[in-house]
């Protein structure tokens, strides 16, 4: 936000305008109501973003944790390239698993093509515990192009940044690390689970990192409850 007084979103959701063919009065009236919701929305987005990126240091990674990718063995300092940050996502791939989680494989496939722009500001990896011969197969399979998939050899970065459960299982992690000065800090890692759920809804964090979610939370029949993505249908 620039400091500026904001005018009240009831007040701009009636300047919108935006009117479409044969609504009725009713619907307009809700549609306002909503459209002024929606602003403040937005605005509470901006303001959630503000106060993450003014969070204080991280904690300094300290671990040589080490990496296979699709060139080789890397270093955690690697993945991070010419870039000063660094967003890794903790893909529910390991050893264990026949085959990736369905939801992790439908986010990264939205991702996929937005890599090369996320590029353009910070670095990104795709970190699994499954061989990176193994990663590499699905990639192929799945039809991915940029996604950069590292295995975590050890599974250590897994454990340590929540991409394990308790009993060794696979687990969706998302961090965003800095490196400045030449420290390598975490920066800031999704919190919300089962734990902090609200009734009546899957875990998830917010702003929803899949874009399936948004589309379908625009329609009648929202994302539901009794449905989830599938690697084939």
Same mark, same amino acid.
């Given at each position: 936000?620039?400091g +500026?007084?904001?005018k009240?979103a009831t007040?701009l *959701?009636r *300047?919108s305008?935006?009117?479409?063919?044969?609504?009725s009065a009713? /619907?307009r009236r809700a549609?306002e109501?909503?459209?002024?919701?929606e602003?403040?929305?937005r605005?509470? !987005?901006e303001?959630? *973003?503000?106060?993450r990126?003014a969070?204080p240091?991280?904690?300094?990674?300290?671990? %040589?944790? *080490?990496?296979?990718?699709? %060139?080789?063995k890397?270093s955690?300092?690697?993945?991070f390239?010419?870039?000063? +940050?660094?967003? =890794?996502? @903790?893909y529910?791939?390991?050893?264990?698993r026949?085959?990736?989680?369905p939801m992790c @494989?439908s986010?990264? #496939?939205a991702?996929?093509g937005?890599?090369?722009d996320?590029?353009?500001? =910070?670095a990104?990896?795709i970190?699994?515990? #499954?061989? !990176?011969?193994?990663l590499?197969a699905?990639?192929?399979?799945?039809?991915?192009?940029?996604l950069?998939?590292?295995s975590?050899? +050890?599974?250590?970065f +897994?454990?340590?940044y929540?991409?394990? @459960?308790?009993?060794g299982?696979?687990d969706a992690?998302f961090s =965003?690390?800095?490196?400045r000065d030449?420290?390598i800090r975490h920066?800031w890692?999704g919190?919300?689970?089962?734990a #902090? #759920?609200?009734p009546?809804?899957?875990?998830r964090g917010?702003p929803?990192?899949m874009?399936l979610?948004?589309i379908?939370?625009m329609?009648?029949?929202?994302?539901g409850t009794?449905w /989830?993505?599938?690697? %084939?249908y």
């Amino acid at each position: 936000m620039n400091g +500026s007084p904001l005018k009240p979103a009831t007040e701009l *959701a009636r *300047a919108s305008g935006m009117r479409f063919p044969n609504e009725s009065a009713e /619907y307009r009236r809700a549609r306002e109501a909503l459209l002024a919701e929606e602003i403040e929305l937005r605005r509470h !987005i901006e303001r959630v *973003a503000e106060q993450r990126r003014a969070l204080p240091p991280g904690g300094e990674v300290r671990k %040589n944790y *080490a990496f296979e990718g699709e %060139n080789g063995k890397a270093s955690f300092a690697d993945l991070f390239g010419t870039r000063d +940050s660094l967003v =890794v996502y @903790t893909y529910m791939y390991g050893p264990q698993r026949e085959r990736p989680c369905p939801m992790c @494989t439908s986010l990264l #496939s939205a991702w996929d093509g937005e890599v090369p722009d996320i590029q353009q500001r =910070v670095a990104l990896a795709i970190v699994a515990r #499954s061989p !990176i011969a193994r990663l590499v197969a699905f990639k192929r399979e799945r039809g991915w192009h940029h996604l950069p998939l590292y295995s975590d050899i +050890s599974g250590e970065f +897994s454990r340590d940044y929540h991409g394990m @459960t308790k009993d060794g299982g696979d687990d969706a992690g998302f961090s =965003v690390f800095t490196r400045r000065d030449g420290t390598i800090r975490h920066f800031w890692g999704g919190e919300m689970n089962g734990a #902090s #759920s609200d009734p009546g809804q899957d875990p998830r964090g917010a702003p929803d990192l899949m874009p399936l979610w948004t589309i379908l939370d625009m329609t009648p029949e929202g994302r539901g409850t009794d449905w /989830y993505p599938k690697l %084939n249908y």
